[in-house]
């Protein structure tokens, strides 16, 4: 391993196996620090979800990433597939988002032409048609939005092939390496402290998901970040009951490759705590079964938590420190982890050549405060 | 390995290796034969009650037989820590059996005059006193009738204290070795066909739970038995809300060491599929945090299932083959195989010496037919 | 589930599920039983190599067989992927076989020829270039038989990919079902007992691997077949040393995705045991590292072990049973089965079909004989 | 939880869980913090040996404190049972500490009378009496020094015991909470900054093993320490070749309850990187095989490693640090935490009431030094 990297990245989750891969490409030396191993926390424990349009309301900088991003999976699955041999399990079979009162229902039709004007394809199923496209569904169920866009992956192999390929591009990756402080010249960041001694780079992207903003406390600034932790379970069937992953009012189901629903997720804000309550899959289950009541006979998997990191203003970071030059931040991508990943990869490769990017999600934006005058 | 043993036993769970024990306390060379691995199925996954008196609504042989099972563990607990080195964790704390409904209240206060009788000791604990005792059970709880003399032993240590008592005591153990067949002479059974060879004894013994009946048909023998799945989940807490175990309709909820609570036990007939379907967690589930509401905030930990040999009589068989010498059985333990293991080992170990034993029990009752004339 | 199907498999590991799936994509009705879950043994244990060439020193139906299934993955990955969403991970880059003594030198080299006149694609890379193009093989190794075509697949994602298309297509699957005999009407199998009740079939097929033996003891007849236990074991690596699959004396190195390397594999004839022993873990780490040094800074990652069916003339059997209609039998393909899976489900359709199957691996050539006149 | 506590211990190691049980006995209350879970580091990975005397070549702090801990166990077992229920599985049948050439005999012969000096029983056993008594070791083997009082407990039993009898005791446990800073008062440490806020205590001791020098330069000090990796694997026997432990150079192997043997350990200096590498398993396997040799025969179970705090001088920092208030530090226990955990835990709960330990460990010894001026 050198000692001397265009760029380090802290943090080995799908954000920053996403820069290291778009950086790669653009031929930079790049250094991927993990702590642990890669992609153990929140990167794995995603359902994989590409949501674009599922809680889209009005228009927004959020959506607008999100679509973005969504529209780069295509191209990068053969991509990554060629790179790393690994195949993202990339699903586009639309998703289908539930009514149950009549309440979801006025609301989830309003949201059509509201979406359809935003140039987004999305139409309304009625009772009688999403009951004969999913007759797994239970009776209550009023209707759907049908988002025909929106798809999943498997999000440890997304996390596991840009890592991958970042490292067939000339990525070094250092596990179990643990960043503890940024090495400082005048107003530069010009490295990292680790427990493996000093590394230096000419940039220093930090992106450790809901770890992120103690780290940058070693750089004077408080991040207003918070850990959300969800927890999901997950089932096996013989053939799924689902077509397509079903999104409804504190729970979705989505349908896996071989045979396997995952059923998410909960939010329990302000805890680094990963284990799973009772009363967090007890309710899950009894959403999931409400929905379809023949998983009632599915098997048994395994049930898990993952911490995300959400925000003040429920934006991503995504941008230059404001004092500190050679010192970038990417976090704060809640829910949508997987599915910002390659535009987060790709605009933080963009910054680090110098070019401007969506100034949304920088990081001088009202939620952040110094720690120290 | 010899090629001729005392005694073959064949099934590694809780009953074969107490069989083996007691066997090679006197003197016997004995043959453990387990197609897997040892103490993998149903004696694993059990709870480890040693309820002798939960069920009890009136004298029964099986009644009789459990009580004096039960004594046997204290004095047993020290003899399998002296030579395996293994704690079987055995609590003798008692067991609590709730009423929730003013029958179920009526029921349990008719027992404790009747198990008296019986000259076990019981008592009813009203309310008022029941919540002052255990204030983590639910408002709506009754009353309890409280075992003093049940209690529980860690399952899987208790399977593997024996076996490896026995193998102190001269026993052969060979795991991944399925019998197929009987070797017989005349009358007699003098051996078993394993995948690995023969293998002679003078005595056989089938003890191989729920898969026993399959076995006993090269025996030209239908045994009247079923498999029975029951599903289990665990939880950690940081202290245990409970100081005892508590039986209550359809759940019972074991405090174990080390701040894990067990909680069971589904039953569903006629099955082998040991995976655990997601209405059997539910419905414990349920069941568990209606009784102790503070279990919600319990942190799950994992669910499996087990498949106990049920019989037509609700009867155990022990004893000789009614129609080839040298052969004997010992299967059919149900829900009770943890608490029985003792005078099973006991009992044939007796048999095997040419002793009468207890004949309620006798393999040729009505519960058997032959298969070929 | 059904009470009659067209065809019964008995075994649900890559060869069953290769069947079923050959069966249902030509509309027949088909049951695949599995005493325990799909895939977890032999078939899950290999390396995944598709050694077509690997060992081939002369013309023979193996071979033939061997050569016309390896020319059917790159279609059937795609059709797998389709059907199932399942990626076999089918990686064509060639083997190299190495030469560690003069001795191995002058045998490979005289294989070139012989392989080039049999039609394949194959060439002697000598000291220097082999050296240019692996940098990371030992000094000592004193050249190699490149054999492009071969290459390999992940055999976990094969049989899940097999099992699941074959569901996409109609096929039921019972796992837990241990299947003890056949059902007969005259001189036809019309069934099979199974602990879960009778299931009746125009046609049974046994594909149990090494335990189909000892199923086919209940049709009267001894297969001359023996179990081989293998023992492999895998590290992680940062990127793997070789480009393609090593094949050596006593050992071969497999690069898989994702940075791992499977080593395999010893033989030990004759038991079921599936546990690994030390001194075969050690004997493979030694060969590894001789040939490849630097492994030895590799992660240790696991090591697993399989048992497969070898038969006395080291063919398999694909056929008829020659007494019993409606029973064949497709075992016996020791450390083929991968390689050899899609041709055997091809051909055991043909023939359910009453076509003429290739009958140099018929059932009643020399290596059975009748249990029982 | 409190905010408010007498004594705040982070870690929640085999040291941290000692230091909680002997405050939470004199009646302290005690909050034990740990980032991830309970004795997941090295706690979990040791051997379990308590060997005060095997490498014992003259008197010196380190010995006479490990002869304290030593002598603690037999009560500890009891008392940690009666309050955990869990069995540490103390055994005390002694060492063997082998000499495999010439010069190993005339050293181990010459610390023979010096340990005997030192007031510890301990013989030499010549040849054939050591091969007459541990058959299995081999032939080469040219003796053993014979420690009867050295011995072993189950290093994970240990922790968790230590734990829940604390918990039992009053103490509170926090898993998953990183302490990232203190929080000081003038020249005072009053509490901690963890990931989930601000926590409040009169004392607060870092027992965080090899953590603990990169949370101490929150406190402005640099510890001479660093962490060395131990890698070892275990195997299963049917019953064990040895009566007890035996310590050779570069390998120990250690009969553990159940038929395991635990064979450790080797040691890479300077890495946080708990991975296994293949060349150190290969080499514990070469050693333990060439001792005995019919280990080649056992079957592999796993290889694992742990992180371990050694320090500048090779004794453990157990003391008050120099400079604030309220701050006390106990690591540095490298290959001796389990043994030396029940003295080190006693000690510092003397510290905690004010009263004088022993002072060869104090922290503000040649081996710190100060971070910022």
């Known amino acids: 391993m050198n000692n001397h990297y265009d760029v380090i990245i802290v943090g080995g989750g799908v954000i920053g196996s996403s820069i290291a891969f778009h950086l790669s490409k653009r031929g930079k030396k790049v250094l991927l620090v993990e702590k642990n191993q890669l992609a153990t926390k929140a990167s794995s424990a995603a359902a994989g979800m590409l949501g674009a349009q599922t809680e889209l309301e009005k228009d927004s900088p959020l959506f607008r990433l999100a679509r973005k991003s969504r529209a780069m999976f295509p191209k990068l699955s053969e991509e990554l597939k060629e790179l790393s041999g690994i195949d993202i399990e990339l699903v586009q079979n639309g998703m289908i988002k539930i009514a149950e009162t009549d309440e979801e229902m006025s609301l989830l039709k309003s949201l059509v032409p509201l979406q359809q004007k935003l140039g987004e394809v999305t139409e309304w199923v009625p009772t009688d048609e999403l009951h004969a496209q999913e007759p797994a569904l239970s009776e209550h169920i009023k209707g759907a939005m049908y988002i025909p866009n929106d798809g999943n992956v498997s999000a440890p192999s997304l996390s596991k092939a840009f890592a991958l390929s970042a490292v067939a591009l000339g990525t070094d990756i250092q596990e179990y390496t643990e960043v503890y402080d940024f090495i400082k010249e005048k107003d530069r960041v010009v490295g990292v402290q680790t427990l493996a001694g000093s590394i230096y780079a000419d940039e220093t992207i930090v992106a450790g998901g809901a770890w992120s903003e103690q780290l940058l406390k070693q750089a004077d600034t408080q991040l207003n970040t918070y850990p959300v932790k ?60 409400k929905i379809i009541p023949e998983l009632e006979n599915a098997q048994w998997e395994k049930a898990w938590a993952g911490i995300r990191p959400q925000t003040g203003d429920g934006l991503p970071y995504l941008g230059r420190h404001p004092k500190w030059d050679g010192l970038s931040i990417a976090t704060g991508h809640y829910r949508n982890g997987i599915l910002l990943s390659p535009i987060t990869g790709w605009q933080m490769a963009e910054l680090v050549e110098g ?17 120290r005058i």
């Open 230 to 289: 969800g927890e999901c379970f997950s089932v096996r069937v013989k053939a799924s009951p689902i077509t397509r992953t079903v999104f409804a009012n504190g729970c979705y189901i989505v349908p896996k490759l071989g045979g396997r629903l995952v059923i998410g997720a909960t939010e329990r804000a302000n805890t680094f705590d990963e284990t799973v309550s009772l009363n967090g899959v007890s309710r899950l289950m009894e959403r999931a079964t």
């Open 355 to 371: 070019k401007e990017i969506d100034d949304h999600f920088r990081v001088e934006r009202n939620s952040i405060r110094e720690l």
